[in-house]
Each structure stands twice: as C-alpha cells, then as structure tokens.
C-alpha cells in the first residue's frame, strides 16, 4: 500500500450503497471536504454519475451487489472501494487523527481496522486539540519567511528551531 493524501474538492466520487454505512461513508466524505460527490442508494447508479466519477465507494450492500459494481466500476477504470471486502477493494482507508489542517493517518493495509483504531486512538491523545493553533502558527510563520524572500532550507531550518522552541514535539 501507499499512502496518499486526496483533495476531496477536485476527484469526483460517487459514493454507492444503503443504510448505516452508506451514511457514516457519506457524512465522513463531507466531513473531508468531498464537493464532487454523486450518491446512489438504489444500487444502479445513473450511467452519467458514473461515467464522471473517479473514485467508486461502495457501503452497505450485499457480497454479490459490491462484486457485481466493482467489476464493472474497474473494468471502466475506476478506483473502488467496497467497505469490509479488502479483496474488492484498490485502497483502504486510513483511522486518522484531524487537527485542522493536521491530519495523521494509520494503517494495517485492511489486516486490522481495529488496531488501527487503537493507534489511532492513542496518537489522539498525544496530538490533542491545541495541536489545531500550533499548525496555524506555524504555517504562517513559513508564509512570513517565504515573504521575506527565504529559500526552501532556509524556511525548513527555521521551523525545525521554532519547534525545538517551543518545545511541541518532545
């Protein structure tokens, strides 16, 4: 697996599916930023929502319905994801810690969404909420030197003793 992150705002998605996970999938997919996002709960999504997508999800459906949509979902190049069927899947996702801007994703690559929820939950606890302040402070402080004309490893030394400063990650 690689990680990445996505800008929600700019992939179209089309989000397929019903009941309780089709719409903890949706309310998480806005929770995101998602703004290019199509759904079908009738499990037959209109050709055109589907055409336009790039990222196929799939919550909430039968074993039988998610093979049949992500065969034919792949087959016309889609990314797809099948929630709880690693094996239909082309990514997972990630347990993540969001603190603003700041977003710390953990993994198993799908062996263990538990464990990764367990970590997840524990790095929680150490990047808690004023973590949100620290990244606004410091990303303006790298606009200010990137202003003053600063290059890039200068702006990157610069940083490192500001976070050696302040004393945020020891």
């Known amino acids: 697996m690689f990680p990445i992150a996505l800008d929600l705002t700019k992939i179209p998605i089309l989000l397929i599916g019903k009941g309780e996970a089709f ?18 709960n009738n499990q037959q999504p209109a050709t055109s929502n589907y055409d336009d997508a790039v990222i196929v ?9 998610s093979e049949q949509l992500s065969t034919s979902a792949r087959a016309a190049g889609k ?10 899947c082309d990514f997972y996702f990630t347990a993540n810690v969001k603190r603003g801007d700041l977003v710390i994703a953990v ?8 464990l990764s929820r367990k970590i997840r939950d524990y790095i929680a ?3 808690d909420a004023q973590w949100e302040n620290r990244v606004v402070e410091i990303a303006d402080f790298r606009k200010k030197l990137k202003a003053e004309g600063k290059t890039i490893p200068e702006v990157m030394v610069a940083c490192e003793k500001l976070l050696a400063e302040k004393g945020w990650l020891k």
């Open 23 to 40: 719409e903890r999938r949706h309310k998480q997919l806005l929770e995101y930023g998602a703004t290019k996002l199509s759904l079908s």
């Open 125 to 127: 606890g150490i990047f």
């Open 79 to 88: 990314l797809i994801n099948v929630e709880d069927m690693n094996d239909l």
């Open 57 to 65: 999800m799939i919550a909430g459906l039968s074993r039988h319905e």
């Open 107 to 114: 993994s198993t690559g799908g062996a263990s969404p538990t």
